[in-house]
């Protein structure tokens, strides 16, 4: 998974799967998800983000970042 934030544009982009999206569907106020041919989730876009997110603010709790822990 990987975060990206655009400056010029104001939007975040969320990679949940590292794999293009064939489809988008809005699913709130400038939030778009992306989706596969097989209508699962790839990515989610947010435009004006930091009218919808503190984005001085990251939190990550509980994420597995040792990738040969997660497989085991």
């Known amino acids: 998974m990987k975060i990206e ?3 010029e ?5 969320i990679d949940l799967a590292g794999r293009p999206g064939t489809d988008t569907v809005e699913i709130g106020d400038g939030m778009v998800l992306d989706i596969d041919a097989g209508g699962h989730p790839v990515g989610i876009d947010i435009d004006q983000a930091s009218k919808h997110l503190d984005l001085a603010r990251l939190d990550l709790k509980r994420i597995p970042f040792d990738v040969q822990q997660v497989a085991e």
């Open 9 to 13: 544009t104001d939007s975040l982009y």
């Open 5 to 7: 934030y655009f400056p």
